[in-house]
């Protein structure tokens, strides 16, 4: 079991690394950050003083080494644009996004839940097709879409709920109920397959031929085991979540690490992408590598 | 089926008390707080040497300049740090004498030290704001002979040191607390910033808002009417405006398109006219212009193929007016006495501009390419060159769009990769001294990279601009420059554009102004 641990620990290191030298030469290939940071009245003077001291006039090669030194103590150096240290706005942004993804889960497990146990149990009939449909929809609409109608109809013209920001509960219910509708089809569908297994196998058959009342067989016997590969993938999605929240932050003027990536990549912030790309990839690694190492998860798939 | 249904009721009745949660939280504002809702915080910076011109929106509120102005952009002695300033007779020494009794908020005395501190600071190496260099240049020395008096010492004979210090450009001329920043150092000043201006720091979340607090009572704004003013970032339009109409919060940035929606709806609508010219140019070559814009008949040409009245109503909205002069910016032509005549209008006359390109040798037309992208505030920049490259093929002109952000284009402009090229900005409209240092990068040979006319006739006069010492002569120059720049066609001025602002219904008289980068809620917060 060590072996296997320190196996993948080494695989996801050389997938960091690897990743960050992509990173750090793409975010560079997209052009120089001084074009947006300095005014149009700037001159080469003033380029030169900018670039000297955000530390751009040094080689490619040195900039990348120092930036993974300090980057493996957790600094991950000065935004370009904020002029703050991005660990400092990483720790600010990421408790958001966290807590949307959060409220998002339970949003999409509201959901998927009684979507998924009604399709299973109402198997082939009007209320599993309308299940489903409900859940597509939620994958296949344009997340900007949705996040746009609910901002446009529900907050400005019913002025039933918070349009964006946060301030308080009601403000996580929009863009919780966008970011979480979206993984709602995943997890539905994985929920009514694992139903229709178990309440096809032996122990729900004899469950029944025992007496036992039918919603103690769905609810106790068939949902607690269909649960494993819904758990699991809960797990997964989450960290998805917390990383393709851009779109759903930029609408709902969420500032969380999805819109802090946004203005990275906006204003050529080299530092910021590189720290938020490097922090959810190592999120995502976390999150697989405990995927992967967990034995039930294992016997599941 | 039965358990189905109770399911779903279940699960109705969860997302009820969800709404029902939602509902009772987060209601109202209130009264006492201005809320304005902008699409970007530019850089975020709270420290006037790094933020930039667009930091000014709230900055202004923040911190007093040296030199006040008023909202239509006129330096005013009742609007900052100085209540009059004086020249010598050589024009190498300014000097300002200084309002008693201004204190920061930590209660800290505002001294001439404290001005010598911010400008020296403000204009030093690492300040990225838009005008730090050309001071940089100018600025020989500055003298604090008494608490109230400061001056200011040049190397050469000027006139525009008070207007380069004043909040009519950037934020070189922001006064900010030697004391408090040598004591707790560039770091945490800009992180817990001190001013003297009416408002009071209080609290920034990058990414989400800035809130500041009112002092008890300002000279410039009297006992400000809200106790709290606050910035919010909302990028998305369909947001502020639902924010507005929530009543979440009372001021919010506009785009021409949404105008009606808002205002059907009853909302007041403040227009920033001519906010910005909507220019294009070529890009020049590393020897200066190239054919074939080279050739004067060919730019005539050009201009004379756009319908500027079309692109303003069907691309804009309505909410522009066409633009004669190339880098025209008009809000400059009244203090400078230039006259943009009805016989400068570029008339969209095809037959003439065909007749011109087959003069200059070129009757089937050339290829082009024209740089696609949108810019902040210009949502139909896309839409518009490709309406241009539209109307140009009507010349025969083959234009390849050239679909990149704006970095890139401005990285072809400044190297001159791409000469022959066309590019276009909404530069933001400003007096005549901003409009002055805009046409000394971008209409002067000797500003290499930027520059984008290449007219030794102009370099002429710009150069003596900086120089003279009598506003007359100043004056006669700039028209001068204006004229030449029409006459020979060095640019394509497409349209003025107008900015809208929305405010909540009972909100008071707003005078948005002319300033550039400031939308002076100064009015909207005075108590006087």
């Given at each position: ?301 | ?69 008023t909202p ?148 410039r704004i009297?006992?400000?009417k ?44 403040h ?236 909100l008071a008289k707003w005078n948005v102004g ?5 939308l002076f809620f100064d009015q909207l917060a005075s108590g006087k």
């Amino acid at each position: 079991m060590l072996r296997f641990v320190a196996a993948r620990l080494l695989q996801s290191l050389i997938a960091l690394a690897i990743v960050s030298v992509v990173v750090f030469v793409l975010a560079r290939a997209t052009g120089d950050p001084l074009y947006l940071i300095l005014p149009m009245s700037a001159s080469q003077e003033d380029f030169d003083n900018a670039r000297r001291y955000l530390g751009l006039d040094r080689p490619y090669v040195e900039q990348y080494l120092s930036f993974v030194g300090r980057a493996i103590t957790g600094d991950f150096g000065v935004s370009l644009r904020a002029r703050r240290p991005v660990s400092e706005l990483i720790r600010e942004r990421l408790p958001n996004s966290l807590k949307l993804a959060a409220f998002a889960m339970g949003v999409s497990l509201a959901m998927a839940f009684p979507l998924g146990i009604m399709a299973a149990v109402k198997k082939g009939t009007g209320l599993d097709r309308a299940a489903q449909v409900i859940s597509v929809l939620g994958q296949s609409l344009p997340t900007f879409w949705v996040a746009i109608l609910l901002v446009e109809f529900v907050a400005g013209r019913l002025q039933w709920l918070p349009a964006g920001g946060i301030a308080g509960f009601s403000s996580y219910v929009l863009p919780g109920f966008t970011l979480g509708w979206f993984v709602v089809a995943g997890l539905m569908r994985l929920l009514r397959s694992g139903m229709l297994e178990v309440l096809d196998s032996e122990y729900v058959k004899l469950a029944r031929v025992k007496g036992v009342a039918e919603r103690r067989v769905i609810w106790l016997h068939a949902l607690r085991n269909a649960l494993i590969p819904v758990v699991t993938f809960a797990g997964i999605y989450f960290a998805i979540l917390v990383t393709t929240a851009i779109v759903v932050e930029t609408v709902f003027a969420w500032p969380g690490i999805g819109r802090l990536a946004y203005e990275g990549i906006s204003s050529r912030d080299f530092p910021v992408i590189q720290a938020v790309v490097l922090t959810t990839v190592v999120n995502l690694c976390v999150d697989c590598l405990y995927a992967w190492i967990d034995p039930r998860i294992r016997y599941a798939r | 089926m039965k358990r189905a249904t109770a399911m779903a009721r279940v699960f109705l009745l969860v997302l009820a008390l969800l709404g029902m949660m939602a509902v009772g939280t987060g209601w109202a504002q209130p009264k006492t707080e201005l809320t304005i809702a902008l699409s970007s915080f530019a850089t975020e910076v709270l420290d006037p040497p790094l933020g930039g011109h667009l930091v000014k929106y709230y900055l202004s509120m923040i911190f007093d300049y040296l030199v006040g102005t008023t909202p239509d952009g006129q330096p005013s002695r009742e609007g900052g740090i100085a209540t009059r300033w004086e020249n010598s007779p050589d024009f190498k020494r300014w000097t300002f004498h200084l309002r008693k009794g201004v204190k920061f908020h930590n209660g800290d005395e505002l001294t001439s030290e404290d001005v010598k501190f911010s400008i020296m600071r403000n204009i030093g190496k690492r300040s990225t704001t838009g005008y730090a260099g050309p001071l940089r240049t100018l600025i020989q020395d500055i003298e604090t002979p008494a608490p109230d008096r400061v001056v200011v010492v040049t190397k050469e004979p000027t006139l525009i040191i008070p207007l380069y210090l004043s909040r009519s450009l950037s934020t070189e001329g922001m006064i900010t607390p030697k004391k408090y920043i040598e004591s707790v150092g560039d770091d945490v000043f800009a992180r817990k910033p001190i001013g003297s201006g009416p408002y009071k720091f209080v609290e920034q979340v990058t990414g989400s808002h800035i809130t500041l607090t009112a002092g008890d009572n300002h000279w410039r704004i009297g006992t400000p009417k809200y106790k709290t003013m606050t910035f919010r970032l909302v990028p998305e339009e369909t947001t502020r405006i639902a924010l507005l109409r929530r009543g979440e919060v009372d001021v919010v940035e506009l785009s021409r398109e949404r105008v009606k929606d808002v205002e059907k709806d009853g909302f007041p609508i403040h227009y920033r006219r001519e906010e910005s010219i909507l220019t294009m140019w070529w890009v020049l070559g590393a020897d200066g212009r190239v054919p074939p814009a080279k050739d004067k008949r060919v730019r005539e040409a050009l201009n004379l193929a756009l319908d500027r009245a079309e692109i303003a109503q069907s691309i804009f909205g309505g909410k522009a007016e066409p633009a004669a002069v190339p880098l025209g910016l008009s809000w400059s032509f009244k203090d400078v006495g230039f006259k943009q005549t009805p016989d400068m209008m570029y008339p969209y006359d095809l037959p003439r501009a065909k007749k011109l390109m087959a003069d200059a040798g070129f009757a089937s037309g050339f290829n082009q390419d024209v740089y696609a992208y949108q810019l902040p505030g210009l949502p139909e920049g896309k839409t518009m060159a490709e309406a241009v490259a539209g109307y140009w093929e009507k010349l025969g002109i083959k234009s390849r769009l050239i679909p990149v952000d704006y970095p890139a284009f401005r990285k072809a402009w400044f190297d001159r990769s791409a000469p022959g090229a066309v590019g276009y900005f909404n530069i933001a409209n400003r007096d005549w001294i901003g409009a002055y240092a805009l046409l000394e990068k971008q209409a002067y040979s000797a500003s290499k990279p930027s520059d984008t006319v290449n007219d030794p006739e102009i370099d002429g006069m710009l150069s003596q601009v900086m120089r003279q010492t009598d506003r007359e002569k100043i004056n006669a120059l700039m028209r001068n420059v204006y004229t030449r720049l029409r006459s020979e066609h060095l640019g394509v001025p497409v349209v003025y554009l107008h900015s809208p602002y929305a405010t909540s219904k009972n909100l008071a008289k707003w005078n948005v102004g002319s300033v550039m980068y400031d939308l002076f809620f100064d009015q909207l917060a005075s108590g006087k």
